[in-house]
Each structure stands twice: as structure tokens, then as C-alpha cells.
């Protein structure tokens, strides 16, 4: 079965600086999909970024990027320049290729620092 | 074009009652997932539809919960003679091509 672990239940950074958020899944597929939402406290969940399995680049958008690590299944976020904005839990989720469900983690709530 | 809408953005109902949670999809998608979220978890798979197709259902109650999305119309998420677990924020998603999901605001169920 798929699983997807955030073993950071909180997380904070002082505005302007550097966080990476934690997300590890567990899978014997070797084609999936992996994202990380954003959900604010108006609770509709916004994608951030998405990973194709396939791809050995790291995805980025913006100030926000991954660390894919398929042999170790780790799929980290990393929020440059923080800003107050990017307060929010972000979960971490996964898909097959080929399946019908996305898979969430538990969730790490974000807090910014002025 | 309109994100992904969700009526209402709050619902109480009492035990026995039923609910009916209502979505509609961006427009062009085709694709509609709900999704269950207890408070300090992340959203539980529940059931993934096309027009008027269940697709996969693995995730929903066996009793008690149905979902239908009609050729014409919103997805309807219905949950019969609810009890007090019943209580979560539902979520609907939808989709152009199964890729991405884009979410609605949930609708928040109370049950008294």
C-alpha cells in the first residue's frame, strides 16, 4: 500500500529565510506523481509544485523547490525567502501514474516569523 | 474561469438527518474526487468519478454514503442518517486529465 509520511507535525522560519519541509513515501511502483499543497486558514488546498517520478530534475517554481530522492523515496519542499504568506499547512501527496488516488500526508503546519 | 465551487461552506445537521454536499467542477473538467479530512489528518481518498461514472468508490463508507455526478449539474456527495463520526471537512477536487487536482473550499459537516 502507499503510504506518505511528514514526520513534522510544525515547522517555523523567520521571514526572508530558508525552510525545507520533510516528506518520505513508501511505494513499489517505479512511475508516480508527487506534489505538495498548500493549505491555507481559507482551507482550499493549492498546488505548489509537482514531481514526475521520471524526471531526475528537480521541479521548481518560484521560491519554492524540491529535493527528489527516488532511491531513498524522499521528496522535500524548500521555501526561499519566506514570506508571511506562506503561512499554512502543506501536505505532501503522491499518485501512480496509472491510479485513480492521490495520497496525503498527515501534514506540516508552517508558521512565518515577522 | 471559476475555480472549483463547494455549497455550503458549513453544514450542521442532527443524527439521522441526511446531507447532501454539493460541488462543482472548474469548467472543461471532467474529472471529480472527494476527499474526507478529520481535524490533525490529511485527506482520506473517497470516491473518484467521471460524467455520470463512479469510477472508483474504494475509499467511501459501504452504508450510508453515495455520490453521483450527473451528465447535468454539481457532484452531490450524500451522507445518510449521519452520526457525530461523520463529522469532517469534505473536500472536492477536480480535474481536466487526473494530473493535477484542483480543490474547492470544502464544506465543514457538523452533527449534533
Known amino acids: 500500500a502507499q503510504t506518505v509520511t511528514q514526520s513534522q507535525p510544525e515547522m517555523s522560519v523567520q521571514e526572508a529565510e530558508t525552510v525545507t519541509l520533510s516528506c518520505t513515501y513508501d511505494t513499489s511502483e517505479s512511475d508516480y506523481y508527487l506534489f505538495w499543497y498548500k493549505q491555507p486558514p481559507s482551507r482550499q488546498m493549492i498546488l505548489v509544485i509537482r514531481q514526475e517520478a521520471y524526471k531526475q530534475q528537480n521541479a521548481t517554481e518560484n521560491r519554492f523547490s524540491v529535493n527528489f530522492q527516488k532511491a531513498a523515496k524522499s521528496f522535500s519542499l524548500k521555501i526561499s525567502d519566506s514570506q508571511l504568506g506562506d503561512a499554512a499547512m502543506y501536505f505532501c501527496?503522491?499518485?501512480?501514474?496509472?491510479?485513480?488516488?492521490?495520497?496525503f500526508g498527515t501534514g506540516t503546519s508552517l508558521t512565518v516569523i515577522p | 474561469n471559476a475555480g472549483v465551487m463547494q455549497n455550503p461552506r458549513h453544514l450542521v445537521r442532527r443524527r439521522g438527518q441526511e446531507a447532501r454536499l454539493r460541488c462543482s467542477p472548474m469548467k472543461g473538467h471532467s474529472h471529480v474526487y472527494w476527499y474526507r479530512q478529520l481535524p490533525e489528518e490529511g485527506l482520506k481518498f473517497m470516491v473518484y468519478l467521471q460524467k455520470e461514472n463512479i469510477i472508483d468508490e474504494s475509499g467511501m463508507p459501504k452504508e450510508r454514503f453515495s455520490a453521483e455526478f450527473p451528465k447535468e449539474g454539481p457532484s452531490i456527495l450524500r451522507i445518510q442518517q449521519v452520526v457525530r463520526g461523520d463529522s469532517a471537512a469534505y473536500f472536492c477536487a477536480s480535474s481536466p486529465t487526473r494530473e493535477k487536482l484542483f480543490f474547492g473550499s470544502g464544506t465543514q459537516l457538523s452533527v449534533l
Open positions: 501527496a503522491y499518485r501512480r501514474t496509472t491510479g485513480n488516488q492521490f495520497y
